[in-house]
């Protein structure tokens, strides 16, 4: 019996790219660039930089391999075919026609390679008037660094597929964006028409002043146009299947005027907001010594919280000469639509009479003019410290001794006498039980248990609670169902974009079902600020979810889903509850 095995040298390597174009690709859609190593098991060294203008994202990789093994005339032949193929989604260009995506340069076993060019037709959606797009801005002209709101409402009239929607402003560099709203979803009656209406707002923050071109919003959609029946028989059985067809509609085009802030009557403390704001203090306890902690409460609301800063405590006159203060700051909280600030000082004297003002200055772009809000004083009544001395530790009643102890001239005898000093040691049951140590030892386990069915029993019928404890274990309990569902992600990568997407729901009180990658990416930026981890995070969503279109089956290595835990528990970690 031979084996033969037929190796691939460097010689013998190919690499290839192609694109499935079974389907039509349309303006702005996003599809899976393959490139195919022929002659080698191993990924190699890609440069995408000629790719740029379609913004690439990885899709990872698998080995697509086979081994083949023949006998003729008792002689066996194992024949192996080398193969890795390496996915990137791409992104379409605007402009239908033909899309030429460029040959790249893939290095192989320290020997490099160029792909083929690809060439692409963009295909032209159709238009329709079953489904409808409109933008609106809350104001078209603002001040820059002042925050407006841009509503989107997507109105279908007819049965749909997959949609995109594009809004221009929301990726340019013009503005900072934050979410506003959740989409949300109504039945509702349009021009005598019955429709679904999904609308969902942003808040747009223009960088500086000027005339900016938002574009022209759109979106593309998959609408049915009518039902085909199969010749299969299976098919038949159930009956026809509904065939769509990609249109695509715009909205209006919108700009929007940007006034610069004015330069003139700027007050000291002025770091960017624009809107109308308020603040408010407290302090706790109000009578103390020097020394003692005073807990600070600082309130501040307004049009919009995400750009309100710590206040500047340092800068304020009689703040910091009469108080000490740590340079440590707690991150705020939001409350009651209220960000909330919290700090410790202690008073340095016991001539403070008050904790002075603290300012808040904000442009009012209603009137135009720079405000200055201020908390009123909080009265305080500070007492000096008190010194201990030597009396305060020893006792006030405490007097010398001048002659020894008694004991020590008598022994024993001159303190004890007589059956007074014998102590009864033996045991009784009765004693025992009514005794306290022995009280406390058959109560404690009964308290305990009841304390637990207690607390559990409030958790559970109280919503806050349940939702608290719903965020505190949303981590944990992705990770576990990662881990259990590991083989079944492998083969099927879009239950992996839902457990992810579930996670973010569970963790920060959002409808799983309706985010997206994107929605997914706003969230953990707002509450972590940690955008390496939105962007992995969203990035991962995003290619799940493109794999179902892929030609090849992408597999989702233990790699990826382990990258996955290691991206939850960082947004957990950094995230507040």
């Given at each position: ?155 279908v009239y007819s049965n749909i597929g997959d949609y995109q929607i594009n809004i221009p402003a929301l990726t340019s560099d013009e503005f900072f964006v934050e979410d506003n709203e959740a989409t949300k979803q109504y039945r509702i009656n349009r021009k005598n028409r019955d429709a679904v209406l999904l609308t969902y707002s942003k808040v747009l923050i223009p960088k500086h002043d000027g005339e900016i071109n938002l574009g022209t919003p759109s979106v593309s959609a998959d609408v049915a146009v009518g039902r085909t029946r199969s010749r299969d028989t299976f098919d038949n059985f159930f009956g026809s299947s509904v065939q769509y067809k990609r249109f695509l509609v715009s909205a209006v085009p919108l700009k929007l005027s940007v006034l610069p802030l004015p330069g003139q009557d700027k007050p000291p403390g002025f770091y960017g907001l ?304």
């Amino acid at each position: 019996m031979v084996f033969a095995s037929i190796d691939a040298k460097a010689a013998d390597i190919r690499v290839l790219a192609a694109v499935d174009t079974s389907r039509d690709i349309y303006a702005g859609d996003q599809f899976t660039y393959q490139i195919i190593i022929d002659g080698h098991d191993q990924p190699g060294q890609i440069d995408i930089s000629p790719l740029a203008k379609f913004n690439p994202r990885s899709g990872g990789g698998g080995n697509n391999s086979q081994t083949s093994i023949s006998i003729v005339n008792g002689r066996t032949t194992t024949t192996v075919v080398k193969q890795y193929i390496m996915n990137y989604t791409l992104t379409a260009l605007n402009q239908p026609g033909p899309m030429h995506i460029p040959a790249v340069n893939v290095t192989v076993n320290g020997t490099q390679f160029q792909t083929n060019e690809v060439v692409l037709t963009i295909a032209q959606p159709g238009t329709t008037d079953q489904i409808e797009l409109e933008v609106t801005l809350s104001k078209d002209k603002c001040y820059a660094g002042q925050p407006i709101i841009m509503t989107v409402k997507f109105y279908v009239y007819s049965n749909i597929g997959d949609y995109q929607i594009n809004i221009p402003a929301l990726t340019s560099d013009e503005f900072f964006v934050e979410d506003n709203e959740a989409t949300k979803q109504y039945r509702i009656n349009r021009k005598n028409r019955d429709a679904v209406l999904l609308t969902y707002s942003k808040v747009l923050i223009p960088k500086h002043d000027g005339e900016i071109n938002l574009g022209t919003p759109s979106v593309s959609a998959d609408v049915a146009v009518g039902r085909t029946r199969s010749r299969d028989t299976f098919d038949n059985f159930f009956g026809s299947s509904v065939q769509y067809k990609r249109f695509l509609v715009s909205a209006v085009p919108l700009k929007l005027s940007v006034l610069p802030l004015p330069g003139q009557d700027k007050p000291p403390g002025f770091y960017g907001l624009v809107g109308r704001y308020m603040i408010s203090a407290a302090a706790s306890p109000a009578k103390v010594s020097v020394g003692d902690p005073i807990t600070l409460t600082i309130k501040i609301g307004g049009d919009y919280l995400k750009p309100i800063q710590w206040p500047e405590l340092e800068q304020i006159s009689g703040l910091t000469e009469n108080f000490k203060m740590p340079s440590q700051k707690s991150p705020p909280a939001v409350e009651n639509g209220l960000k909330v600030f919290t700090q410790t000082i202690r008073p340095a004297n016991d001539k403070i009479t008050e904790i002075p003002s603290i300012p808040l200055s904000y442009f009012d772009a209603e009137k135009g003019q720079y405000v200055t809000a201020k908390t009123d004083p909080i009265k305080l009544e500070v007492s000096p410290a008190r010194i201990l001395t030597t009396a305060d530790v020893e006792g006030r009643d405490f007097s010398p001794v001048s002659k020894e102890v008694e004991a020590v001239k008598k022994g024993i005898s001159a303190n004890y006498e007589g059956p007074d000093c014998l102590t009864n040691t033996g045991f009784s049951l009765m004693a025992a039980i009514t005794t306290p140590i022995y009280l406390a030892g058959w109560l404690a386990p009964i308290a305990i248990l009841l304390t637990t069915f207690l607390a559990k029993s409030i958790v559970q019928t109280n919503p806050e609670m349940a939702a608290r404890k719903r965020r505190r274990s949303a981590a944990a309990n992705a990770i576990k169902q990662l881990k259990n569902m590991e083989l079944q992600i492998q083969n099927h990568p879009e239950l992996l974009a839902e457990l992810m997407k579930q996670y973010i729901g569970q963790r920060f009180d959002k409808v799983a079902g309706s985010l997206t990658a994107e929605d997914c990416r706003q969230v953990i930026i707002s509450s972590t600020e940690d955008c390496q981890s939105a962007n992995q995070f969203r990035d991962i969503i995003s290619d799940c979810e493109a794999s179902r279109y892929s030609s090849v089956t992408r597999q989702f290595d233990n790699e990826t889903i382990n990258n996955v835990s290691q991206l939850i528990r960082t947004i957990d970690k950094k995230s507040k509850l």
